[in-house]
């Protein structure tokens, strides 16, 4: 893992291949291993760099971030400190929203952008009194119980049976994230902005990636960003839930494969 200082925070990331650099961003409560199977795969002609987010994995600031943009900013400052002028963007439920939030930014340094298993409309009210209910409980008891009630919804009943030491790792990678770092994302998350009305004007070519039996983000949530990007392909991955590199990384790293020869 490599390690860089970029601002207030001591940067940690997973690399492999070299060319167009290819920005990978991790969910909630993950961290930058969870890409291992597409780190492995080394795409020709790309450069894969799969940071841990602001306060997860090992990646630490004394800062929590000062709102949900915070996490866009940090992930330009490590291009910016790489020496990465333009970039494709890959981001994972939470990790597709901060990449949402890096195309409207930073559009003209955006090569490409990757939705998986993600959203872009605002919560419900529910929802985001459930992201504050939640945010508390990690403040008070941690995620090792959080992780196992979870799993069930983060991949689905075919991935737990046929794959059991990988649903065992996403448990453990739960388990470890930072507690701190966990819960300022969960409340900086439910006071995101609304994403959709933005689709229309990101011109770079995107790609929607969703899980058959996605319980979190289901593929309605896929096609209504489909339908509002101006140039967007969707593919849903059969016998996925909410982790789709993890679940099927074979389709998950033939879809990607294919849309990043596109774009390069």
Known sequence: MSQLTVQDLSFHYLESGAGTPVLLLHGHPFDCSMWAPQLQERFPGFHLIAPDLRNFGTTSSPNPPADFATYAQDV??????????????????????????????????????????TFAQLDTPEKKAGRYALADRI????????????????????????????????????????????????????????????????????????????????????????RHLRRSTLVVIEDAGHVTNLEQPEAFNAALSDFLQSVN
């Open 76 to 117: 330009v400052a490590l291009a910016d400190a790489l020496g990465l002028k333009k970039f494709v963007v890959v981001g994972l439920s939470m990790g597709g929203q901060i990449a949402l939030e890096v195309a409207t930014c930073y559009p003209a340094r955006t090569l490409g952008l990757i939705l998986c298993d």
């Open 139 to 226: 403040d008070t008891g941690g995620l090792a119980t959080y992780a196992v009630e979870v799993l069930p919804k983060m991949i689905c009943a075919h991935s737990i049976a046929s794959n059991p030491d990988m649903a065992t790792e996403l448990v453990r990678m739960m388990q470890r994230a930072p507690a701190a770092g966990a819960s300022a994302a969960l409340r900086t998350r439910a006071e995101r902005r609304d994403y959709v009305p933005m689709l229309p004007s990101l011109a770079m070519p995107s790609l929607v990636l969703v899980g058959r039996h996605d319980a979190f983000t289901p593929v309605a949530d896929a096609e209504l960003m489909h």
